[in-house]
């Protein structure tokens, strides 16, 4: 049964607009979406590309001038509702990214490869804040994420959610501690190899670990708990 639509007198109605006009408006929509979500992929792969890429660069100044645009590019060119909630920011968020902002900025203006080295360590710092914030006031960020593809999400889960979500703020903890290390004593070399390439692979690490877990160990003990 559906609720009657009242509708003013000369309001356009959806009902009767004509399919090829509907056609034509979503052929317009495609390509900004598509355009969406390639920047969004192109966003999240520069950054390590560019630390990388640091290896080689004599000038962080330049370095600095990307890490700015990356930043925001990744919360502007993201689509659909993963994308749009990058775009929510809440205040620490928007306090994460100002000293990010800050941090890129000071880069830029003194052309300091040591603030360039400590970059990646405040990226993990703003992290653990980020994902520690959602512990303390909930609903905790991996909560967040699940609930974009399952709205309705059982106890079990957000208790599994919640545990993640702890996982997370560790492993940014221990990350950015030793990437702080690697920007004081390693040589520019190993520097990038290891916050360009080597982090990246223990975050896909973690990642498939977590999803391992979820599907071996969490979904089969829920099942069973529903049996019984």
């Known amino acids: ?67 700015f645009a990356l930043l925001w590019l990744q919360r502007c060119a993201g689509t659909g509702a993963f994308g749009a909630s990058l775009r929510k920011l809440t205040r620490i968020d928007w306090g994460v990214a100002l000293m990010l902002s800050v941090a890129s900025a000071a880069i830029v203006w003194t052309n300091s490869e040591l603030l360039l080295r400590i970059y990646p360590s405040l990226v993990n710092l703003g992290l653990l804040i980020a994902f520690g914030a959602t512990l303390v006031r909930g609903p905790t960020m991996i909560e967040k994420f699940a609930r974009i593809g399952t709205p309705n999400l059982s106890e079990p889960a957000i208790r599994h959610t919640r545990r993640v979500t702890q996982i997370w703020c560790a492993f940014f903890l221990a990350n950015g501690l030793f990437s702080l290390y690697t920007a004081l004593y390693w040589p520019r070399e190993a520097w990038s190899l290891y916050n360009g390439a080597i982090a990246y692979g223990l975050i896909g690490v973690l990642l498939v670990g977590e999803i391992a877990w979820r599907y071996l160990v969490i979904l089969p003990r829920a099942r069973r708990s529903e049996a019984a």
């Open 1 to 67: 049964m559906h609720a009657p639509r009242s509708h003013a007198r000369g309001a356009p109605d959806d009902t009767q607009t004509p399919p090829a006009t509907l056609t034509a408006a979503q052929n317009e929509k495609r390509p900004r979406g598509w355009a969406g979500f390639v920047l969004g992929v192109l966003a999240k792969l520069a950054y390590p590309a560019v630390i990388l890429c640091a290896w080689f660069w004599d000038e962080p100044r330049f370095v600095g001038c990307l890490l």
